[in-house]
């Protein structure tokens, strides 16, 4: 079992991961000066780039190959050797290191003999962790689909943010409605049942491997089918997903523009010239009022049009503003103490 999972790991699901992290960072690079309004709790915040926001699916992705190749080195111990209970009974001096350098010439891996064949044999708490692994990446990759239909749902009522490829139409009783423009979203809805069966795999495996009862884990086969299905359905659904989604994402350009510029949350650029307050009272207005925030601050009178637009700019909205002061002070007759203060440049 060891050797079967070492090999489907290597061979199939890192490079199916490496491939999807190349194609999220070449979007994240595609759209790195598209500006948009972010989002937390489903709300409204402050802007982004589009950019950024695939820069977030990269590196949980990055994290991903590098939280399974992290399990690879209990993977590569093999039991083999120890015979029954752990003792190597019956066996030759040295055929546990032999068959293990045997198997690693085999499969070009570094396959070694088990550091502790009592533990080899009696624990498969390898197989857990490298589970958990993959219950993490599952965690992350439904994450990562999720936001990116919600950011493709439309064609008209959605965020309709992105454009995704168009693998099929849309539902048989709206084509008479709709020939272009409802595109489902079945490569991320597809990833995200994966990412289920995957989680329930971990826990039949978190199962198995707490069976181990004294000597020798009889749930062997439970632990090593769910362990082998779910690198292989993530991994073929990784490469589904990248292939036929990732790849052909498209930025809505003007859908972007215009939920950016109809947000409420450019109203923290004023803050710094009017105060929190009155930055308050400009953004509640328009909401009320059903106005921009531009058209609330003139009624206001709290500022003119040109300095409306002067502090009003998403481009400077994406990144810290803010410099960093040195500043040099005594505290109840201590030595000078050196902070280190923000201040407004």
């Known amino acids: 079992m060891h050797i079967a999972a070492a090999t489907e790991i290597n061979r199939k699901f890192i490079p199916s991961l490496k491939q999807l992290h190349d194609s999220l960072h070449s979007k994240s690079v595609e759209f790195k000066d598209i500006i948009k309004i972010g989002r937390t709790h489903t709300q409204d915040a402050t802007p982004l780039t589009l950019g950024q926001e695939f820069s977030g699916f990269t590196t949980q992705v990055k994290y991903g190959i590098d939280r399974i190749a992290g399990t ?3 993977i590569y111990q093999l039991a083999q050797g120890g015979t029954a209970v752990g003792t190597g009974l019956n066996t030759k001096r040295g055929f546990d290191v032999k068959i ?15 550091e502790n064949k009592f533990e080899a044999l009696a624990a498969h708490d390898a197989f857990v962790e490298a589970s958990g692994a993959l219950n993490t990446i599952s965690a ?15 064609p008209r009522c959605g965020l309709g943010e992105l454009i995704l490829p168009e693998n099929e139409p849309g539902s048989s009783i709206m084509r008479i409605i709709l020939s272009q423009g409802k595109v489902n979203p079945t490569q991320c809805e597809a990833l995200t049942m994966v ?24 749930y ?15 991994g073929d659904a990784s490469s589904s997903f990248e292939k036929n989604c990732v790849r052909g994402i498209k930025a809505n350009h003007q859908r972007i523009s215009k939920l950016l510029h109809e947000s409420l949350m450019l109203v923290t650029s004023l803050n710094p010239k009017i105060g929190y307050d009155k930055a308050a009272a400009v953004a509640k207005k328009a909401h009320k009022e059903g106005t921009t925030l531009k058209e609330s601050a003139l009624n206001l009178g709290v500022l003119t049009e040109q300095e409306f637009h002067e502090l009003v700019v ?22 000078d103490l050196v902070i280190q203060a923000p201040f407004c440049a």
Do not use: W, Y
């Not at 293990?100 to 088990?114: G, I, R, Y």
């Not at 992350?140 to 749902?153: E, F, P, Q, T, V």
């Open 140 to 154: 992350s990759l439904m994450k990562i689909a999720n936001d990116i239909r919600l950011l493709g749902s439309g």
């Open 100 to 114: 293990a350098a045997a198997v690693a010439e085999e499969t070009n891996l570094p396959f070694v003999t088990a």
């Open 195 to 218: 990412c289920a069966q995957v989680i329930g795999n971990h826990v039949a495996i978190t199962v198995g491997g707490s069976n181990g009862h004294f000597e020798l884990n009889v």
């Open 72 to 74: 690879l080195p209990r």
């Open 314 to 335: 998403p481009e400077k909205m994406i990144g810290p503003q803010i410099d960093v002061k040195v500043i040099k002070f005594s505290l109840l007759g201590s030595t």
């Open 220 to 234: 062997k086969p439970l632990i090593a089918s769910a362990l082998l299905r779910s690198v292989r359905l993530l």
